[in-house]
């Protein structure tokens, strides 16, 4: 693993060599998995996307891992299948067999909140 600080990075070879942004400032380059348009890196601040909405989406994957556009508030719809396939993490949790359920949801939580939603 590679650190570098100032904005920090980190370079995992456990996420086959995925740069990651720990803190500080979005990436010069933004993520395969990251590619929707940066409508709202801050929407749940702004409240346009609660906690609630995540969870919803969560429940969804869970249910049905290819489920494809689902809403997020009332302004942002964001494709499950796609962004936990392009996560790293949540795709190696979710595919792994001895990955407790709640690892899985929490991957899968985490690939959400990283992407950036599209708006409607």
């Not at 993520?31 to 929407?43: E, G, I, K, L, Y």
């Not at 891992?65 to 993490?89: C, F, I, N, S």
């Amino acid at each position: 693993m590679d650190l570098l600080l100032g904005p920090m990075r980190l370079r995992s070879e456990a996420f086959g060599g995925v740069d990651l942004v720990a803190v500080g400032r979005q990436p010069d380059t933004v993520p395969q998995w990251q590619t929707s348009t940066r409508a709202s890196a801050n929407s749940t601040k702004a409240k346009a996307i609660v906690d609630d909405d995540v969870a919803k989406a969560v429940n969804a994957y869970m249910a049905d891992p290819k489920t494809g556009l689902h809403p997020l508030g009332d302004d942002y719809q964001l494709d499950l299948a796609e962004t936990v396939e392009g996560h790293p993490w949540a795709k190696a949790e979710v595919a792994r067999a001895d990955a407790s359920e709640n690892l899985k949801r929490h991957a899968v939580r985490t690939a959400i909140l990283l992407a950036y939603p599209k708006k409607r």
